[in-house]
């Protein structure tokens, strides 16, 4: 019992940062004349922070921890995270049932955007602000905002920095992981804030134009229209959110990089591979889409071809889920490189999902190298990315990660196929793992999940804390339970 001490005690802090965003959501209640969220969000946010004051206060802090204590408070800080962010839900009622309250909460601080809810214009406006905090929260991170709180505990924070930050994110930056951290939060808050402003210069209102740039940059696609971005129909607003979005999906240490040179690494979006495959494939699927859209009669004209497909390549490719069109009507082509779309994702460092470019990268180097050396003509050891070599450990790793990836999504697909078809089925399970929101079928860009049976909601919600966490992460942690 000892040992899950340390893991309570940083899900207490974790429960303190959930409560801090659920009382600027009761303040957003209160000042819209306490609207009916008021009540459920002052409630929970006191419940939270008595929690985490109790959980801290009745455990003792411990120096050393090792890489597997890690991965418990990781998991540990996020299952905690989603529980108390269901309270509100919880005690607003509604649509928000006991399971689709959890859905929601798990959906945001998971940053998926999938959700339950059938209208969403009916929340009060502080229960749809605490809806969007969470993807915001979650969007850069749990364990990395509690970690700024234990930032002067050097062991402990390289523990948990290690934990919850792949190496893929961590490349490209030779420096201490406290400033990584600091890295990547500052460029977190600059976008959102940047975007929120730059949406309200096209006449958006400030509270759309703040939740949609939280939304944005957190690569998450809760929006508190049912229409998502179709409801605007400003093509200012699709562009800013463009943008917003594609940074969201980009490693932050290289745009933090780029405007503050970094000597260890020489590193930036200029000058980085990985940044240049993401952008040129998002490019061609932007073309070949808005060519299907145009050739198929979907589209009267090619300018709206174009402005449909690069939106919606934009926002699955970078995991968002925001929508401008109903994508089921759209051709199979279409649908298909979406699909794509929707596995390789954005890049490692970033509040995107999905499988990441980095990884892509390695792999399809490594499978150039795997045919080169069978004609004796290269190493397969000496895979190179951005200057940066590649053993064959690290591919090996790579490689068990996707496959383990696809593996979830095969499991995934089989239990939603037992109430629907296999179209919802298939991408409904892809868009959960990647952290996507939106599929096909019956969860297309303009549904919601909330036909899944109560069943399917769990497995909905266990796929995407693995998807977020990056599997490994959770699956070490439930294997210390289980030897406990």
Request: glycine content about 8%; charged content about 10%; hydrophobic content about 50%.
């Amino acid at each position: 019992m000892k040992k899950w001490n340390t893991t309570l005690r940083y899900a207490g802090f974790s429960s303190i940062g959930v409560s801090l965003l659920m009382y600027l959501a009761a303040f957003i209640a209160f000042r819209n004349d306490s609207d009916d969220s008021f009540n459920p969000l002052i409630f929970s946010a006191m419940a939270s922070t008595l929690c985490g004051v109790f959980a801290i206060i009745s455990t003792k802090p411990q120096e050393k921890m090792n890489l597997e204590e890690g991965y418990r408070i990781v998991t540990g800080c996020w299952i905690a995270a989603c529980i108390f962010g269901a309270i509100p839900f919880m005690m607003f009622g509604g649509e928000f049932t006991v399971i689709n309250a959890f859905f929601e909460s798990v959906s945001g601080f998971t940053t998926t955007g999938a959700s339950i809810l059938n209208n969403i214009e009916a929340l009060p406006r502080g229960l749809q602000f605490w809806r969007i905090a969470t993807a915001w929260m979650g969007g850069i991170g749990i364990v990395t905002l509690v970690s700024l709180v234990i930032s002067g505990q050097h062991d402990r924070h390289s523990i948990l920095a290690s934990a919850e930050l792949s190496d893929l994110a961590k490349s490209y930056y030779g420096g201490r992981r406290k400033f990584f951290v600091y890295r990547m939060l500052t460029v977190y808050i600059v976008i959102t804030t940047v975007s929120a402003i730059a949406l309200k210069l096209t006449k958006m209102p400030w509270f759309d134009a703040i939740t949609m740039a939280m939304s944005a940059c957190s690569t998450c696609g809760f929006c508190i229209k049912n229409l998502s971005v179709a409801y605007y129909n400003n093509v200012m607003v699709e562009i800013i959110l463009i943008a917003a979005m594609l940074m969201g999906a980009t490693n932050f240490s290289l745009m933090f990089s780029t405007v503050w040179p970094d000597s260890r690494t020489h590193k930036n979006l200029f000058n980085t591979q990985v940044i240049r495959w993401f952008l040129i494939l998002v490019a061609i699927a932007t073309l070949i889409v808005t060519a299907d859209l145009y050739f198929s009669g979907t589209c009267a004209t090619f300018s709206k071809a174009l402005r449909l497909a690069a939106f919606q390549v934009c926002s699955l490719s970078t995991t968002t889920g925001f929508a401008t069109a109903d994508t089921n009507l759209w051709p199979t082509g279409s649908i298909g490189v979406l699909i794509l779309c929707s596995l390789v994702c954005g890049c490692s460092g970033s509040t995107s999902g999905g499988m990441k470019m980095d990884r892509f990268v390695i792999v399809i180097k490594s499978l150039r190298g795997m045919v080169d050396s069978l004609i004796g003509a290269n190493n397969m050891s000496r895979i190179k990315v951005d200057g940066q070599v590649k053993t064959e450990q690290n591919v090996s790793s790579i490689i068990a990660f996707m496959g383990t990836y696809i593996l979830i999504i095969a499991v995934g697909t089989i239990i939603f196929s037992i109430s629907m078809d296999f179209k919802t089925s298939v991408s409904a399970s892809i868009a959960c793992m990647g952290s996507v929101g939106p599929g096909f079928g019956a969860v297309g860009s303009m549904g919601n999940y909330a036909g899944l049976l109560g069943f399917q909601k769990l497995s909905a919600m266990l796929i995407m804390l693995l998807g977020r966490v990056e599997i490994f992460p959770m699956l070490i942690a439930f294997r210390s339970i289980f030897r406990s």
